[in-house]
């Protein structure tokens, strides 16, 4: 049995799965296959165990093409099996182990029921994350995600992968086997050309599922007609027209678990065009494909993830592009599901017409699409990353707003900061006042007593920063030698640079970039106690250290006026610029802090990601109350901006303080923001001015939340009323009603500006 339980939830899902498709007794029998191919090729090469394993999960794991369907593949998910990311299973060989105890509830007798309790101790010792665990967790300063506990969490996953969809269908299959077989073989080279094998029995299955589900409609069989069409087509050859290259785009994204799709406007866009142009297809037709692929990635319910990128620098055939997106901004205003991700990057040269439907979706409440200006990030990445302009144009967010270059890089956020979680240590010797239990290893922690300046305060929260940014760079590259010493990840590897060249893995030395991020946490939190202590104890001598601190360790219970002079004080938010100064100061420290770190430990570059999806509630029910005025367990700041309730200046003075961060030192963050509908469509040039002068003065992202006033109030007294209000958390968008109580009263907490 494991030294350590990561039975639990490992990451956070909003919505609903869609159940198996197969009977619990067929679940059952493709895990203990899984679970005998695995054990009996132990001692082989990865990647050929990799491979022999996935013909266990493929195809026979497709589903069934439902009635709407326009073009194929939907793929089950088992509590055992392989994957990249947790949102859709686990990383690597893995085992959801919770999920496989809920598994068992469903099985009737006690032999089916030992058989379960096989399995769960065999992966025990095998699933990938839980030899990572067993590495790197700790009593005391590391926990799993999400386990808030702990100041710092890290985990094991290959989130983000961003594949080079544009070789997929430029060569197809076929040319992808021709160049595999064109370079020197070994091993993994083997198993590449064995994948793509496998990837041929996949179309066959989805041939075979189209000729199951014809029917008596003649205007449904035409469609059935075409898809069996194109599945045979792209068999054999590479794709000619758009709904063959979207029908072998979407198969292969689902093989290699990938749950990010990337700029499929460079991908699809001139196929697109030219099967307009020959009038083969239709705006409608094209329309009808893209509202397929729409529902099929809503479909897989992934929460944070479902990424389409359209616009922005780097494209070659812009008309091409741009009518693709314009296509993709009426799906995304019509259908308003929560994924996929509908991101428009956009800079100077961006049409007016486009900019204008996109504030149109986001005016309708369709939260989409986020927006990044390229004008600042592009600048920023080349920055960041360390890679030349023409490289960093091809970055692309994923999930919560992690960037990464699409084809070259991995960036996967590892690792997890709780910034005001650190503070508190500082402010009580090391200990963490929820549990008290000693968190700041071989840091030795002053009595509050000895500090005689801020400077010299903010250097002992430093000092504990600096150990936990250590930790943050093992942990990181740690998870990525422990995936690559179980597996291989063979789909994303052939479609990634320079896995193929190189005859690697990806993380065997065969990608091009190796990057991470580490997600921040209360980052705005720790500022505004920052402030709050610099202001009191130090500028204007009113309290102690030990008279602030005393007054968190009772949750300011007995200390009411203090917590009102605290939340008194200047907050980030309001443009005030000895406030956002000090923000500024601890952002670039943390941020400056971990890049330097990836740097010196051979990593292409390790960012911060100021992001959150409801981690920043979740770690605040575990965080003892701040100096800032937040009391216990309520939820820490979102991203990068102000505490709820902070900012009480308006808009504009809320965009001001966001874009003084300097974009060139994170790796991606996000800027949420409410509007009412009226302020929406009766404003909306001014609506327009302020986002405008907002990337200007160097904004490097935003999305926005249309809500009326009470509505949210209001859903939450009755759920019933709105089944389909959608709001941005973070770095995702779900449907309101589908939140737990307390992600909801934070979002409540967001100023609503009309």
Request: with cysteine; hydrophobic share 35%; proline share 3%.
């Amino acid at each position: 049995m494991a030294r350590i339980n990561i039975d639990g939830e490992q990451n956070v899902e909003v919505s609903i799965k869609i159940p198996c498709e197969k009977s619990y007794s067929e679940q059952l029998e493709i895990m203990e296959a899984y679970t005998k191919v695995h054990k009996e090729n132990s001692s082989k090469n990865k990647a050929i165990r990799e491979v022999k394993c996935l013909k266990v999960l493929f195809p026979r794991l497709f589903r069934s093409i439902e009635s709407d369907d326009l073009i194929a593949g939907r793929l089950d998910f088992l509590p055992i099996g392989f994957g990249s990311v947790t949102s859709i299973g686990g990383v690597g060989h893995y085992c959801v182990f919770h999920k496989l105890r809920a598994f068992k509830e469903h099985l009737n007798t006690d032999e089916e029921k030992a058989r379960v309790d096989a399995l769960y101790d065999y992966w025990q010792d095998h699933d990938v994350k839980s030899i990572y665990c067993q590495d790197v967790l700790n009593e005391d300063t590391t926990g799993r995600f999400i386990d808030c506990k702990y100041p710092f969490m890290a985990t094991a996953r290959l989130s983000g992968m961003m594949l080079d969809y544009k070789k997929l269908v430029t060569l197809g299959i076929n040319g992808l086997v021709e160049l595999i077989q064109s370079y020197p073989t070994n091993e993994f080279m083997q198993a590449c050309l064995e994948s793509m094998y496998l990837f041929k029995s996949v179309i066959r299955k989805q041939i075979d599922l189209v000729n199951q589900s014809y029917t008596l409609d003649e205007s449904r069989n035409h469609d059935l007609d075409l898809m069996k069409q194109d599945l045979e087509y792209i068999l054999e050859h590479k794709p000619a027209t758009f709904h063959q290259a979207l029908q072998l785009f979407w198969l292969y994204a689902l093989c290699a678990g990938c749950i990010n799709y990337g700029r499929l406007d460079i991908v699809l866009g001139p196929f697109l065009k030219k099967d307009m142009d020959s009038g083969l297809i239709d705006e409608n037709e094209a329309y009808r494909y893209l509202k397929s692929l729409w529902k099929m990635i809503e479909n897989r319910r992934t929460t944070v993830n479902g990424r389409i990128i359209v616009g922005g620098k780097g494209r070659e055939n812009v008309e091409a592009c741009d009518l693709f997106t314009r296509i993709c901004l009426k799906v995304c205003k019509d259908t308003r599901y929560v994924e996929p991700q509908f991101t428009l990057r956009f800079d100077s040269n961006t049409p007016k017409d486009i900019m204008d439907m996109a504030y149109e979706c986001i005016a309708s409440g369709a939260t989409y699409p986020t927006l990044y200006n390229d004008d600042v990030n592009v600048d920023a990445v080349e920055y960041a990353m360390r890679v030349n302009r023409k490289t960093a144009e091809q970055y692309i967010p994923f999930g919560c707003g992690e960037f990464v270059i699409q084809g070259k890089s991995v960036g996967t956020p590892n690792t997890m900061l709780n910034l005001t979680k650190i503070l508190q240590l500082a402010l009580n010797s090391g200990y963490d006042p929820m549990n008290h239990v000693y968190k700041a290893g071989s840091v030795k922690v002053l009595p509050l007593s000895c500090f005689r300046t801020f400077e010299e305060f903010y250097d002992q929260y430093k000092a504990l920063l600096d150990y936990y940014f250590d930790l943050s760079i093992y942990c990181q590259k740690h998870s990525y030698e422990v995936m690559n010493q179980e597996v291989s990840f063979l789909f994303n590897s052939i479609l990634m640079d320079d896995c193929l060249e190189r005859q690697k893995a990806i993380l065997d030395g065969g990608i091009e970039i190796l990057g991470g991020t580490n997600e921040t946490y209360g980052n705005i939190n720790t500022s505004d106690a920052l402030y709050a202590i610099k202001t009191l104890v130090f500028d204007q001598k009113k309290y102690t250290l030990e008279e602030l601190n005393e007054a968190a360790l009772h949750n300011f219970s007995g200390y009411e006026h203090l917590r009102k002079e605290i939340l008194a004080l200047p907050k980030y938010g309001n443009d005030l610029n000895d406030v956002d100064e000090l923000a500024n100061d601890l952002f670039e420290y943390v941020a400056k802090g971990i890049r330097n770190r990836g740097i010196q430990n051979g990593m292409d570059y390790y960012l911060i990601v100021i992001s959150n999806n409801q981690t920043n509630t979740d770690w605040g029910h575990q965080t003892d109350a701040s100096l800032d005025g937040r009391l216990k367990g309520v939820y820490l700041n979102p991203a990068n901006n102000p505490q709820g309730f902070a900012a009480n200046s308006g808009p504009t003075a809320v965009l001001n303080s966001l874009c003084k961060f300097k974009a060139k030192y994170h790796g991606g963050s996000v800027q949420n923001i409410k509007f009412t509908p009226r302020m929406m469509h009766e404003d909306k040039e001014k609506v327009k001015v302020l986002f405008d002068t907002y990337f200007k003065k160097g904004g490097c992202q935003l999305m926005v939340t249309v809500v009326d006033h009470g509505q949210l109030e209001d859903a939450q007294k009755h759920p019933e009323k709105y089944p389909d209000l959608i709001v941005r958390v973070a770095g995702y968008s779900a449907v309101f009603v589908n939140l737990t109580k307390d992600v909801q009263d934070e979002l409540l907490s967001r100023t609503l500006y009309d």
